[in-house]
T-cell receptor, first 113, second 116 residues
């Protein structure tokens, strides 16, 4: 079956530091890959996505590249802000699961001023 | 665009009562809606997949008689927690997609349920 593994948190950074959150996946088909962000007390918001190999998703300074050869979709941001503090979820879906999302366990990010 | 709302945002109820949570797609028609449950500091657990006009498909281990799902229209799905108990206390989140298979899911803000 499908699975997603994220680096364990929590991750604590100072403002303007470089961020990487690792995500690897296992899937039998050709999944679409997503990063969702959850701010405290809120639901999930789509941060970015990529639907095929070598695609790069980007939004709000965050980027992730769909790497089929390493089955990875690492999230990066060059300079984090305090407002980026949240929980980040990597997820995949594929046609065979009819749009069902398989989530990673989530990574808590805290950015200090 | 693609906004999903949930109502109520939080609810407190007594043990043994039933609670209904609504999930609405505000600016699009949702072919499929999903219901998730999230425990503190944990990932989302898919409970069921709901397609308009048909019975929901429940994930293994989820009691369909306890968590009743109705998807009466392309913009509304409801989750009813019947005879709620304290262990049902959780954060319930719905999502909706524009189509089937590999489409982006748009999430509601969640409903926090506390059963006393």
């Amino acid at each position: 079956g499908n699975s997603v593994t994220q680096m364990e948190g929590p991750v604590t950074l100072s403002e303007e530091a470089f961020l990487t959150i690792n995500c690897t996946y296992t899937a039998t088909g050709y999944p679409s890959l997503f990063w969702y962000v959850q701010y405290p007390g809120e639901g999930l918001q789509l941060l970015l996505k990529a639907t095929k190999a070598d695609d790069k998703g980007s939004n709000k300074g965050f980027e992730a590249t769909y790497r089929k050869e390493t089955t990875s979709f690492h999230l990066e941001k060059g300079s984090v802000q305090v407002s980026d503090s949240a929980v980040y979820f990597c997820a995949l879906s594929d046609l065979r699961s009819y749009g069902k999302l398989t989530f990673g366990q989530g990574t808590i990010l805290t950015v200090h001023p | 665009g693609a906004v999903v709302s949930q109502h109520p945002s939080w609810v407190i109820c007594k043990s043994g009562t039933s609670v209904k949570i609504e999930c609405r797609s505000l600016d699009f028609q949702a072919t499929t809606m999903f219901w998730y449950r999230q425990f503190p500091k944990q990932s989302l657990m898919l409970m069921a997949t709901s397609n308009e006009g048909s019975k929901a498909t429940y994930e293994q281990g989820v009691e369909k008689d306890k968590f009743l799902i109705n998807h009466a229209s392309l913009t509304l799905s409801t989750l009813t927690v019947t005879s709620a108990h304290p262990e049902d206390s959780s954060f319930y989140i719905c999502s909706a997609t524009l189509g089937q298979g590999g489409e982006t899911q748009y999430f509601g803000p969640g409903t926090r349920l506390l059963v006393l």
